[in-house]
């Protein structure tokens, strides 16, 4: 069983629920796209699923229909007991835990040992900095896929030198291989969001460093991209020894927007 419009409108109704905006609630009304972004999500049978912001159980149903053990961190405690309800016969039981996502301790929920995947229909306005924190608390999840904001896909999964490449690309490259996957039209939510939507897969790999070179990597890029307009001599020179960019190969004369992940790396090391 899956949601569509009539459904979740009645559920809507039936709670007297007003979608929340300041909570980018966009419910996903077409149980086409509901499959297809779980099944985007790499989840199989007997897998664990974390979802994060599950609303009504849109994705959630769709999730647990593929056979994956879904656990669904939702911070609205007025759609909480109405999603209980939604995923109450699921099969295999959904859990159901009233939280936000980015404070809840993630380690607790993923737990290790067993393949994790991540499927989420983030909230637009917090989507980035939820994607960015469980990829860095719950090293548990293998891969898995988030519907957001067009501009934010693209965004996350940008290379060196495309438009679309900033300060998420970066981070987000650290952990994961990310692609943008597909789209998804405004029709497909209610309320409909006035942007439109992509969706992002992504699976992990090693990442380049251990925990204390990140922390460095992580705060050139934040200077660097801070400044993105100017040369990396100046935006980064409260930051840097002198000579670091020549001894990590790096043109002094270049701009954070043309920096990989591995020229960040070379220069967190010099
Ligand atoms: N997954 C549902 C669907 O596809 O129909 C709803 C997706 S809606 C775009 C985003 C959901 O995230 C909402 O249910 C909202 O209440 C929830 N949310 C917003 N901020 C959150 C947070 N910090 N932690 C957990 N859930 C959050």
Known sequence: MTLGAGRIRALLD????????ALGQNFLIDPNTS?????????????????IGPGLGSLTLALAELGAEVTAVELDRHLVPVLREVVADADPPVRVVEADALE???????????????????????????????????PAIAGGVVLVQR????????????????????????????????????????????VDSSFVTFERHDPPGDEQLRQRVFALVDAGFGQRRKMLRRSLVDHIEPGALEQAGIDPTRRAEELALDDWVRLAGA
């Open 151 to 194: 501009e934010v896909a693209e965004r996350i999964a940008a290379r060196a030198g495309d438009d679309a490449y900033g300060i998420p690309s970066v981070k987000a490259a650290w952990w994961v291989h990310a692609r943008v996957a597909g789209r998804v039209p405004a029709s497909v939510f209610h309320p409909r969001p006035r």
């Open 104 to 138: 809840v301790d993630l380690d607790d929920l993923v737990s290790p040992g067993r393949r994790w995947r991540l499927a989420a229909n983030l909230p637009y306005n917090v989507g980035t900095t939820i994607f960015l924190r469980v990829l860095q608390e719950a």
């Open 14 to 21: 039936d709670h007297g629920i007003t979608p929340s905006r």
């Open 35 to 51: 499959r297809r972004i779980a099944a985007a999500s790499g989840a199989v049978v007997g897998d664990a699923v974390l979802e």
